[in-house]
């Protein structure tokens, strides 16, 4: 089952970049301003957003396996129809459904992942997220080789494609935790955990601080080439490389937190990044420089790196009944970020410039690692054992 989910991870983060790459290129095709291209990115997060939110009463019907397999299904058929679309809004239309797919397979595997017991089960999730990091790093640099060979956008999209299809029929027969078995049941007589953690104060802030994450990870993803393209004149092949150096910082940080995950705690890991994020994106800002900037991007992924498994951690292991419910709720955290943050960005670089989105990315990163010093110092402290213990 673990092997199966980081190839779907690979697949997710090779899909996640190939709106920012083609950007640039749909910007021209489509002669459009700055704040109507950011809608792609709204609108996919709308639909990555919708689809988190509700995917735990969906899996109760359908089982974990059927739903990831299907949402497999939705992100080949969208990326195959989205460069078919005549207009503007079908290509966002498009861009709705590919995030609905999606967030089906984030949800789920990330529920599955997460209920591996012990420290298996911890490194297992930082492997699934190094596994996102892997592909959406390789991603960006062979996606404009293959704009640059095939002499169109439109081939992007269907590359990405293409994986899909296989990992529907691999997920189809892989054993994935279902929703049923995937958390013990309480007594009758107690209350479900599911039913009272958004109750509590320290699941919104953990919610706060993933939507801050995937908010900043989703810009920059988004508009990394744009800005390179806009602000240093690089070509489009080149600038698409910011986005690779982002996604090897990510790799090598997840990759370090998988192999380590056992000597740091969530709350000190995340408390280290956020404002290490903030300083990284400040320096970015301000230099004038195309190559700094570069390596700029590639500090930035590493300090962003472990911020998503860790604060899922935080999450599952704070609230262990409500697993899936927890993993719904900070994906779909994610998705409100996502969905807000490259969208003002766009809002921001149409009536001002980029450098003044990635500033504000900045301060929010800076305000987030404020946020984190309310977080309990110890898991202990948050860990539920026993669903009635939760407020009623």
Request: positive net charge; proline residues 6%; hydrophobic residues 55%.
């Amino acid at each position: 089952m673990e092997f199966t989910a980081y190839i779907a991870f690979v697949f997710l983060g090779a899909s996640a970049t190939v709106n920012g790459v083609a950007l640039p290129f749909l910007i021209e095709h489509f002669s459009l301003p700055l704040s109507t291209a950011g809608s792609l990115f709204l609108i996919s997060s709308l639909g990555y957003l919708l689809s988190s939110t509700f995917y735990p009463s969906i899996a109760r019907v359908t089982g974990n396996r059927f739903l990831i397999a299907a949402g497999s299904l939705a992100a080949a058929l969208t990326l195959l129809v989205l460069p078919l679309m005549p207009v503007w809004v079908g290509v966002v239309a498009a861009g709705f459904f590919s995030g609905v797919g999606y967030s089906i397979i984030d949800v789920g595997l990330n529920a599955a992942v997460s209920g591996i017991p012990g420290e298996r089960g911890t490194a297992a999730l930082n492997w699934l997220h190094f596994s996102f990091g892997l592909g959406a790093l390789a991603s960006p640099f062979f996606l404009a080789l293959i704009i640059n060979w095939f002499g169109g956008w439109q081939w992007a999209y269907w590359a990405c494609a293409v994986p899909f299809v296989p990992l529907t029929l691999a997920l189809l027969r892989t054993p994935l935790l279902r929703l049923e078995q995937a958390e013990a049941r309480p007594a009758s007589r107690e209350k479900p955990a599911s039913t009272s953690i958004y109750r509590e104060r320290v699941f919104w802030l953990l919610m706060g601080l993933m939507a801050v994450y995937c908010g900043v990870e989703g810009s920059l993803m988004g508009w990394i080439p744009t800005y390179l393209t806009a602000e240093f004149s690089l070509q489009a092949k080149t600038a698409s490389l910011g986005v690779s150096l982002m996604w090897l910082g990510l790799a090598i940080g997840r990759g370090v937190a998988g192999r380590f995950s056992h000597r740091f705690t969530p709350r000190a890991t995340v408390l280290i990044l956020f404002p290490a994020t903030a300083a990284i994106l400040l320096a970015i800002a301000a230099l004038k420089s195309p190559w700094l900037v570069l390596a700029g991007f590639l500090l930035a992924g590493l300090s962003l790196s472990a911020i998503f498994p860790m604060v899922m951690l935080n999450g599952t292991q704070a609230y262990p009944y409500a697993r899936v419910q927890v993993s719904g709720g900070l994906v779909t955290a994610a998705g409100i970020g996502g969905l807000v943050f490259p969208w003002v960005l766009g809002y921001v670089g149409e009536y001002a410039n980029l450098r003044w989105g990635i500033l504000l990315l900045a301060v929010i990163s800076l305000a987030a690692g404020m946020a984190v010093t309310r977080l309990p110092r110890e898991e202990q402290d948050v860990i539920i054992t026993n669903p009635a213990e939760l407020p009623h």
